[in-house]
């Protein structure tokens, strides 16, 4: 049948999960979906396809002009799309519907130091359960880099396809060797999700996002599917302007292949080798509050085919995160965040965002907090359980 992806005893439960969406927009992640659309990761793991490739990360710290910069700023940015966006499509099938994480959940990880790139830290946390909130901290201290941000999403649907609208955005600070200090406001392109009648969700990318620098330069990135710029899907245009306004350069390509430099014909980004994952340690050696030591058995249940184990501990574990709620009403108390505060209003955001007319004009955000022991040098996966 024209619905292939979708086994046969599921059909009805996945039309039933379409129709749901279609009357409905806000929290995805509240649906009950059938089974074979089900992911055993957290949606807090996501942060870590930032980073999957550390040496274009840590290069940016090595260019030595405003202009090399904002370059390797976009060629990292654009080399991290593949594997944000089509990671799932490669190693399940098809994208899938991720663990919706809970208030508190952690994720910890890091990318080694080899040949002279350092080490790069991830620290993940969900500070929202309701909507969705994840916020992130990364950072390679002996490159001076650090990327912080937070990611919610916005759904519609329309055309049969899942519209989603990321709010959040992220700021990549650069400490200079002068000891100035250089931010990039990052914005978030908008995703659609076809291929859902086919029971095989896949993430096209449309509209334009932007990478704003303090020192003025500002790259404009278009996305656009099959039939558009080169005809092919995954495509993109950045174009890199000056502080004045100036066009200074001009990339084009897919951006989960190749692209090249339009005015001198050289590759620019190449994301055909091999990505690195996150050092994790052992889900045994994990806090209670850790992702995958938290989502264990359901995730196990998951692989396994053992659906009725995973809906049961996932019960369990909402179960016990309402009873949280209550309690802290009881109480008169409020969860605690561990490793951000929340601001109403982002400065760099507003600051940077007026350059290129940000649409919305302002934001909120989660500021990373140094506590030890987890500032810049005492980081280290797994090494704090939460409310120890
Ligand atoms: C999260 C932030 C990451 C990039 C990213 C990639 C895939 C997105 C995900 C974000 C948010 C949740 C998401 C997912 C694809 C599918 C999933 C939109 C933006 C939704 C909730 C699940 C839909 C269910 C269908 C697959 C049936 O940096």
Known sequence: SSRGAVPATQRSSWTSFLKS????????????????????TSLTEFPAYWCERPDLFSAIADAKTDEDRSLAVLKWFISTLKDQYTSRNES?????????????????????????????????????????????????PSKGLSLQGHNAQKTSFSGGSIIVRQVGHAVLTVLLPSGDKEEFLITL??????????????????????????TGWLSTIEYKGKGYFSGKSH????????PDGALADTIEGTWHTTSKNVLTGAPFHDVTGLKEEA?????????EWE???????????????????ASREKSKIENEQRQRRKDEVTAGTKWELKHFVHIDNDPTYENLGKLFKANPPTEDAYIFQHNPPFG?????????KPGA
């Open 21 to 40: 969406i279609a009357s409905f927009s806000g929290d995805l992640s509240s649906l009950t979906a059938p089974p074979f659309i089900l992911s055993p």
């Open 92 to 140: 399940m099938g098809s994208e899938k519907k991720p663990l919706n994480p809970v208030l508190g959940e952690l994720f910890y990880g890091h990318w080694p130091d080899k040949n002279g790139r350092g080490k790069t830290n991830l620290l993940v946390e969900q500070v929202s359960h309701h909507p969705p909130i994840t916020a992130y901290y990364i950072s390679n």
């Open 189 to 214: 392109p908008r995703l659609r999700i076809d291929g859902l009648w086919y029971g095989s969700p896949y993430i096209e990318l449309t509209d334009t996002s932007y990478i704003q620098s303090s």
């Open 235 to 242: 495509s993109f245009k950045a174009v890199l302007s000056a």
């Open 279 to 287: 050092t994790v340690v052992d889900v045994e050696q994990q806090g």
């Open 291 to 309: 992702s995958r030591q938290l989502w264990r058995a359901v995730a196990k249940g998951i692989r396994e085919g053992d659906f009725e184990t």
């Open 376 to 384: 810049e040098l005492g980081l280290e996966t797994g090494a704090v």
